[in-house]
């Protein structure tokens, strides 16, 4: 599976997405639904998913919040024991890298309101078990396979249809091989098929 970007970036995506969320949810007493529809339609979470340098180590949490909020959050970021606030914005960071889902797809299929419930349970074991909980609840499928059961093809069907193999669909579906290495007139070919972009295939 192909990742949002360089892992690198990812601690940084983690703790930072921690602070603002502790940072709207505690400190400013948001509920936390609205906080992330607030996030996930901003340009804070496009940079975010794309590891924006500008943001990942350029601004501060209190910084992204103001422009999140369009206004001057109260407080300002201070260390302080990691809240359920903070757990959910490092694993929604840790998935949304992960599954290279923008953030918007992630919380419409598991609100951070029933994210949160998890925290008592997950929030002392490993990180995967975490993406595990997520992939579970969002039922997360590759994209070929979403907009080809969108569109009503079998695999074979789609094979006929779209002139690609049924076993490279397979492979794709499957994550054995990573579509964005496929040639460009296959890929062409079954977003053509499929009445979608290219880009919504590799995404």
Wanted: glycine share 4%; with cysteine; proline share 4%.
């Amino acid at each position: 599976m192909i990742h949002a970007y360089d892992e690198i970036y990812l601690p940084y995506a983690m703790k930072n997405l921690g602070e603002l969320f502790q940072m709207a949810v505690i400190d400013n007493e948001m509920d936390i639904d609205e906080f992330a529809e607030k996030f996930v339609s901003s340009e804070m979470a496009g940079a975010y998913e794309t590891a924006s340098p500008q943001y990942m180590m350029g601004k501060s949490a209190y910084e992204q919040l103001e422009i999140i909020l369009q206004e001057k959050p109260y407080g300002r970021w201070r260390p302080y024991a990691a809240s359920s606030a903070y757990w959910v914005g490092l694993v929604l960071a840790y998935a949304q890298w992960y599954l290279n889902r923008t953030f918007k797809y992630i919380t419409d299929r598991l609100p951070c309101s029933k994210l949160i419930l998890y925290y008592s349970h997950y929030h002392n074991m490993p990180i995967s078990r975490s993406l595990a909980l997520i992939k579970e609840k969002i039922s997360y499928q590759h994209p070929l396979k979403e907009h080809r059961e969108k569109s009503g093809f079998t695999q074979e069907e789609l094979a006929k249809c779209s002139g690609v193999p049924v076993s490279s669909i397979r492979a794709y579906e499957q994550g054995v091989v990573d579509i964005s290495t496929a040639q460009a007139d296959t890929v062409y070919k079954l977003a053509k098929t499929l009445y979608c972009s290219i880009e919504d295939l590799i995404c």
